[in-house]
């Protein structure tokens, strides 16, 4: 297939620097945060994605978009984004996902020559990324973390089943597996049955990699953002999700801010020291039913959750640019407590697989799960999305969601059959 030229259009088309950031993975939530985030300060910035129709790309604070016609990931990708930094000599580079950090990672001494990389270090990062590694530091360091084995094949099943127990949690060390051909994200799952996990570790190793088997906590999830450079912190932000897509573990759809924990906001700071951890990085802790915090992971890039740290006061986008310029970084010292931010598509997704996992460990009542989503309504928060300051993602945004509920509903008939 030949390659799509990346169409500029002559007033733009000048010297290195014309473009201030191009943002990667524009169909993600977070990066219509990074597009707005910077765009509002006069910061002209380039969103990309391999399809058309996605929210950042009607952002008003969109300068340009473009559409790369190869795969995230691929090594098509990388000629494509290549191609990209060197027509719109973009200052930083930001990306969000774990399929194009994983291709920067593999291409950074080259892409490193025509942009600066938001993104943290070696060997950093690859301590960050593993979660095997990230829970051994943890431990050294005293702080709690799950019960786990490690497990490569469905034959060990067994002998982790013992270890563990049921219900357990299995989940990826590396959420992304792949080379230069194919690769994929996997989400972590709740297994209730010996048939179930061997289920959930052929899926996740049939790339190559390696599954922990985790005890399940059901207790308070909580999320804990930090800017950190040079040995200084710059700003840190909490959060708890109340609900999640999956129901009991996932993407953030329902949270509100709260007051810094005591002990997950010290344990996630000495961490991401202890790592030397730089830029923008999101700890995450579940807590037991005795309110005790265990730390579940890092993910060491923009999270889908962190507009409601800028709408609370804390712009970790901006402070992502700053760093990754080597320019100052602001410090922000506090930010609003209490207020709540929903993803209405994503909630309603999580409340109806709620209905449809009746009976499954930490799945409320029908009843309860109707209540909660509909009372929903009746607290004031924001909403994803929705900034009348720039309406333009909305529509897009809500075609998008429908496509992936009409999706999940197709899959979920198909697993019936």
Wanted: with cysteine; hydrophobic share 40%; charged share 25%.
């Amino acid at each position: 297939m030949p390659m799509k030229r990346v169409e500029i259009s002559p007033s733009h088309r000048s010297t290195q620097g014309s473009y201030d950031a191009l943002v990667l993975d524009a169909r993600l939530r977070q990066s219509l945060v990074l597009v707005r985030s910077l765009g509002s300060r006069n910061l002209r910035v380039v969103a990309i994605e391999t399809f058309d129709g996605v929210p950042a790309f009607s952002s008003r604070w969109c300068q340009q978009k473009t559409v790369l016609e190869a795969e995230e990931g691929s090594q098509r990708y990388f000629i494509c984004l290549q191609q990209a930094l060197a027509t719109t000599g973009a200052k930083v580079l930001i990306a969000s996902s774990d399929g194009t950090i994983a291709l920067i990672r593999r291409y950074r001494q080259q892409l490193e020559r025509l942009t600066h990389i938001a993104l943290a270090r070696e060997p950093a990062l690859s301590i960050a990324i593993n979660k095997e590694q990230t829970l051994e530091i943890a431990k050294k360091l005293g702080l709690l973390i799950p019960r786990s084995i490690q497990v490569t094949s469905p034959d060990d099943v067994g002998v982790a089943l013992r270890e563990i127990g049921l219900p357990a949690v299995i989940k990826p060390v590396e959420s992304w597996l792949g080379n230069e051909q194919q690769g994929a994200r996997f989400i972590p799952q709740l297994v209730t049955t010996t048939q179930e996990g061997q289920q959930a570790v052929a899926e996740m190793t049939r790339l190559g990699g390696a599954v922990l088997f985790q005890q399940f906590l059901d207790g308070r999830r909580e999320a804990i953002s930090i800017m950190y450079a040079g040995g200084r912190r710059y700003a840190r932000f909490a959060q708890s999700a109340k609900r999640t897509d999956q129901p009991l573990g996932g993407t953030s759809v329902l949270r509100q801010s709260i007051s810094m924990p005591a002990d997950s906001g010290d344990q996630a700071e000495y961490l991401v020291r202890e790592i030397d951890l730089e830029g923008y990085s999101e700890v995450e802790f579940r807590r037991d039913r005795e309110g005790n915090a265990y730390l579940m992971e890092i993910n060491p890039r923009l999270s889908a959750s962190v507009e409601i740290a800028v709408r609370s006061g804390v712009d970790f986008p901006h402070l992502l640019y700053q760093w990754a310029c080597g320019d100052c970084i602001d410090e922000v010292k506090e930010y609003h407590v209490g207020n709540w931010m929903r993803y209405l598509m994503g909630d309603f997704a999580t409340t109806m697989a709620s209905l449809l996992q009746q009976g499954r460990p930490g799945i409320a009542s029908p009843a309860k799960v109707l209540c909660d989503f509909c009372t929903t309504f009746f607290v004031p928060m924001w909403y994803d999305y929705l900034d009348w300051r720039d309406p333009g993602p909305i529509w897009p945004a809500t075609v998008c969601d429908l496509h992936d509920l009409w999706q999940r509903a197709v899959q979920h008939k198909k697993s019936k059959e």
